[in-house]
């Protein structure tokens, strides 16, 4: 299995500012992905995070508010643009293991509220 | 487009009692489900996977079982523990090709002492 941590764990901000949130496997992972959980709803895919590229985003999620760097194979990065208030969520970092089955691992999450 | 729906939204059991939570889909095409729970404000911890061509999975006092052409898979937990209160969210995969998972809006758990 795959140990993810995420920072920070959670944080406060204002509207029109932007926050980059850090993800980290442990292990070396097939697929790295990036989810947001809103107020009681569940997980919503935002993009994956493709290694040295590009990430490739759901509809409805675009690269200008939420662009994404993963730089090696366990590392990625998502950053939260030009925020509102409609964006307070929990964002939350996945990866694909390496083993035929794909379990997917999740990390502790990041709670994001905007004001 | 798959679908996952997860009935009840929410249950409450006295402690000691053995529960199924439920899990549908509408596309029998699945790579794999797999179950998390999630507690409040937090991240989701995987339970079980189950893969495609298998039946069921078991860990402890969790089994998972998958029944494909109807479209169903179950968890069942035995002897219900006051910590087992939390969100179970069953997930799933549609083809190898396809990493995505497809979420339920998760079943609500809450085991009285």
């Known amino acids: 299995s795959a140990v993810i941590s995420q920072k920070p764990s959670r944080d406060i901000c204002q509207r029109g500012t932007s926050l980059t949130i850090q993800c980290q496997v442990d292990s070396q992972v097939t697929m790295m992905f990036w989810y947001r959980q809103q107020p009681g709803q569940s997980l919503t895919l935002i993009a994956t995070?493709?290694?040295?590229?590009?990430?490739?985003?759901e509809s409805g999620f675009v690269i200008d508010k939420f662009p994404i760097s993963r730089p090696n194979l366990t590392f990625s990065t998502l950053t939260v643009s030009n925020m509102s208030p409609e964006d307070s969520s929990i964002y939350l970092c996945?990866?694909?293991?390496?083993?035929?089955?794909?379990?997917?691992?999740f990390g502790p999450g990041t709670r994001l509220t905007v004001l | 487009k798959q679908e996952v729906t997860q009935i009840p939204a929410a249950l409450s059991v006295p402690e000691g009692e053995n529960l199924v939570l439920n899990c549908s889909f509408t596309?029998?095409?699945?790579?794999?489900l797999q179950w998390f729970r999630q507690d409040p404000g937090k991240g989701l911890t995987s339970l079980l996977l189950i893969q495609s061509s298998q039946r069921e999975q078991t860990s402890g006092r969790l089994n998972a079982s998958l029944d494909k052409s109807s479209g169903r898979s179950t968890l069942y937990i035995a002897a219900s523990q006051p910590g087992d209160s939390a969100t179970y969210l069953c997930a799933l995969t549609s083809g190898a090709g396809s990493y995505q998972l497809t979420f339920g809006k998760g079943t609500k758990l809450s085991v009285i002492p």
């Open positions: 996945s990866a694909r293991g390496t083993s035929p089955a794909g379990e997917q691992f």
């Open positions: 596309d029998s095409a699945i790579y794999n």
């Open positions: 995070a493709n290694q040295g590229s590009e990430a490739t985003y």
